[in-house]
C-alpha cells in the first residue's frame, strides 16, 4: 500500500490557473472565470474528481478542437415553463451555467422553469447548480449523462453514465438541504482510489469485463463496468438502473443529445462510441418558485424543523448517527475555504503540464 | 415452510366490489368507481400489496370517519405552471387522480404542470398515475410520502415512508418505458411475505428496534425499520435517503402536509405520531408537454431505439438480461387481464369480512 502526498493551493488560486487555461484557447474571459469557478467549487466542497482535477481534461478537448471555446448558446424550443437548450458544443461549465438560468428565470415568471440541453460537454458537479437556484430562494434540480460507466441491471457491460440527481432547499436560519448522488452504486473515482491503494473493492460496486461481480478495481477499470445504485436485483438494483434511465432520457432523448452508450467520450483514452444518435451530451434543469406552492418563511421554517427532527433521529448502534444531506459538503466547504484545497500530486503534475505547455505560471 | 393459496377473480368483479364498499359510505358513485379503478390497476399490474389487498383498511379508515367521503378538493395557491392543491382528507384515491388532471392540464397550457397536495390519504400506486399521463402523450411524474417504515442512513428507527418515485416516457411501436420505484431497500410487503413463508431475509433490507441489522422479518415488523435503497453508507445507503428525504419535501413541506414521522397512519394498528406538523399525508404531481421540448414522433422514435439498444446489451452472466422499466408490470397486467386477480386466501377473507359487514354480496 503506497502513501499519498498532497500540496495545498488557495481556492483563488486555483480559479485564476483554470480561467488563463480556458482563456489560452479563447474562450471570453467572464466564460473562462465562471468556467472556472465552477470547477474550484467542486474542490471547494471536497468533490475533488469533478474539479481541478479534470482541468487536463477540458485542456486536452479544446487543444483537440473537440470543444467549441466560442459556442452560441441558442435556445431552440421553447414554452412558458420550459426551453430546449443547443450549447454548440461549448465547455458544459458554461452552457451549463446559462442554462440553468433560464430555468430559473422562468421561475420567477410562470412558476417553474424546465431546460433540457443537448450539444453541451461535461458541466461539473450537479450541486453547482442547485446551489445556484437557492441564491434565488428557488428549489433547483440538475442532471446530466455521462460518458458510459454503469451497466444496467443484469447487463454486463458499460450503458450509462454515473447520471447525477441533484436537488436543493432552503432552510430560514438552518443551512440548506442539498442532494447531489450519482445513480451508481459507488463513483468511479473511488474504485480508482482502491486501485491506488491496492485494496479490493465491496462485492456489488463493480463488474468486471465478462460481466461477473468482482473486487478488484483493475476488472471494473480495464472494461469492466459500475453496478447501478442497489447492485443486485435482491437489494434493489434494478432501482438504479431506473434512476440513470430516467436521467438520461430527461437529459437527452429530449433534448437531441447522444443517450446511453452513446454519449461522447470526455477523456483522450476512453473509446469513441459506434455511433452518433444526437449532439453532445445532455443536462436537464428544473428551477421551482417555493413562492408558487406555499408562503416562502413557512415552508423555510418547516426544513428548519424537519433538520432538527432528523439529526434528532435515534442513532444506528456504531454509527456517526443521522445526517441531514449536504452536511458533508459543506464542512468540506468551511474547511477548505480557510485552509485551502489540498490536491494529490499527479493532479499537480497535470497542472505542471498545462503550465509548461501554455507558459501560464502555476507556482 | 406453509403453503400459499389463491382464488382467483376477475378484474371487473373486484373493481364492482370495491365501488359498491366506498358508496356504502357515501362516496359518491363517480369518485367510488375512479377509486376502484385506482386499486384494480394495481391488482392487475402484478402489485398485490397496493390493491384490494388494502380496501380492508379504506374500509376501517371509513367506517372510523378518518376520511372524508366527500371532499372539496381545492387549489389553495396557484401559478401558470403549480398548484397547491388541499384534498379535504378525502380518500387519495380520488384526490391522487384529481390533482394529477391539474398537473396534466397546466402542461398542456404552458409546457408543464407541478401540483403538490396535502390533507390526503393513500392514492395506490405511483405508477398509476404516469400512466394516466401517457394516455395523452406527456412524461409523467407522481411521488407520495407515507407512514413511516423506514430508517435514514445511520438511524436506528422509522422516520420516513417508502416514498416512492414514478415517471414514463412513452414509445411509438414499442410500450412505454415506465419506472416507480420505492425508495427504500425492498418493499416492506416482501418482508411480510418472508413471514408468512418462515424465511430469513438478505442482510440489509432490515433493521430491529435497538437498529442492528437483522435477516429475521419478525425484528422489523415488531418496531424495527426498513433500510433506504443502498442499504448502507459503502453501498450508497446514503442516496436512499436522500431520495426518500428529496419526495418527503416535495410531497409535504411543499403543500403543507405531514413529513417524516408525523404522516398520519393508515392502517389500525400502526401508531399514531407524537405530533402533526401539517394536515394529512402528501402527494406530487409533474407532467411535462414533450412537444415544448422536441418533436413528439422524433422523442418517441428515439424512445424506441433506446428501449432495443438496452434489450441488446450483452447479458450479465446468469442473468435474465437487461429488461426494460415497466416490463414487469405489463406482462402481469396482460396475463390478469386474461385470467384474473389471484388473491391469497387471508386478503379474500378480509374481503369476506367487508360483505358479511355491509351486506354488500362478494361471491
Known amino acids: 500500500m503506497s502513501e499519498i502526498s498532497y500540496l495545498t493551493f488557495s481556492s483563488e488560486r486555483l480559479v485564476e490557473f483554470s480561467q488563463r487555461t480556458f482563456e489560452y484557447f479563447g474562450v471570453p474571459s467572464q466564460d473562462a472565470r465562471l468556467a472556472a469557478e465552477v470547477l474550484a467549487r467542486s474542490d471547494l466542497r471536497g468533490i475533488e474528481s ?29 414554452s412558458p415553463s420550459t426551453a430546449t437548450v443547443d450549447g454548440d458544443n461549448g465547455l458544459g461549465l458554461v452552457v451549463g451555467p446559462r442554462a440553468n438560468e433560464i430555468a430559473m428565470n422562468k421561475a420567477s415568471q410562470v412558476g417553474t422553469g424546465w431546460v433540457s440541453v443537448c450539444n453541451t460537454n461535461h458541466y461539473g458537479i450537479a450541486g453547482y447548480y442547485v446551489l445556484e437556484a437557492l441564491k434565488r430562494d428557488l428549489i433547483g434540480w440538475a442532471m446530466t449523462n455521462s460518458t458510459k460507466l454503469v451497466a444496467p441491471l443484469w447487463g454486463g457491460e458499460r450503458m450509462l453514465g454515473t447520471n447525477p440527481i441533484a436537488i436543493a432547499f432552503p432552510g430560514k436560519k438552518e443551512p440548506p438541504i442539498v442532494i447531489d448522488l450519482a445513480t451508481s452504486a459507488c463513483a468511479y473515482g473511488k474504485v480508482e482510489m482502491a486501485k491506488r491503494k491496492e485494496q479490493p473493492v465491496p462485492a456489488g460496486w463493480i463488474i468486471d469485463q465478462a460481466g461477473h461481480v468482482s473486487e478488484n478495481p483493475l476488472d471494473m477499470i480495464n472494461g469492466g463496468a459500475l453496478l447501478p445504485l442497489g447492485s443486485f436485483r435482491e437489494m434493489g438494483g434494478h432501482k438504479g438502473y431506473c434512476l440513470a434511465a430516467m436521467v438520461d432520457i430527461l437529459c437527452c432523448v429530449l433534448s437531441g443529445a447522444n443517450w446511453g452508450p452513446f454519449a461522447p467520450p470526455f477523456a483522450l483514452r476512453q473509446e469513441i462510441p459506434s455511433r452518433s444518435v444526437g449532439r453532445g451530451i445532455g443536462h436537464f434543469f428544473g428551477a421551482m418558485s417555493i413562492e408558487a406552492f406555499i408562503d416562502l418563511d413557512e415552508f423555510k421554517t418547516q426544513i428548519d424543523e424537519w433538520i432538527a427532527v432528523f439529526r434528532g433521529t435515534k442513532p444506528q448502534p456504531g454509527s456517526p448517527g443521522v445526517i441531514v444531506p449536504g452536511d458533508p459538503e459543506r464542512e468540506a466547504e468551511a474547511i477548505r475555504s480557510k485552509d485551502g484545497i489540498p490536491l494529490v500530486l499527479p493532479v499537480v503534475e497535470e497542472l505542471r503540464d498545462i503550465s509548461r505547455q501554455t507558459g501560464i505560471p502555476f507556482e
Open 50 to 78: 469533478h474539479g481541478v482535477a479534470r482541468l487536463h481534461t477540458y485542456f486536452d478537448m479544446l487543444q483537440l478542437g473537440r470543444i467549441n471555446p466560442k459556442p452560441e448558446i441558442k435556445i431552440i424550443r421553447e
